[in-house]
């Protein structure tokens, strides 16, 4: 996804089904990958997310805050 010029590598996910939250890697392993919306749940449901019982978004960095 790209939000004005810049390029997301991170896609974080809140799965509630499992009561996870996962976060993917998606531009240092993939280069230049800048997905859409629908590549974004393609990805995500081929690593075994189900996209009715999920939460995601891409970004830039890693950073989580827990307060």
Request: net charge negative; aromatic share 10%.
């Amino acid at each position: 996804m790209q939000f004005g010029m810049k390029e997301m590598n991170k896609i974080t996910v809140i799965d509630h089904e499992v009561g996870k939250v996962f976060q993917y890697n998606i531009g240092k392993d993939h280069l230049s990958w800048n997905p859409d919306h629908e590549r974004c749940e393609q990805f995500l449901s081929g690593e075994g997310h189900n996209l009715a019982n999920i939460n995601w978004m891409c970004h830039n960095d890693s950073e989580f805050i827990t307060n």
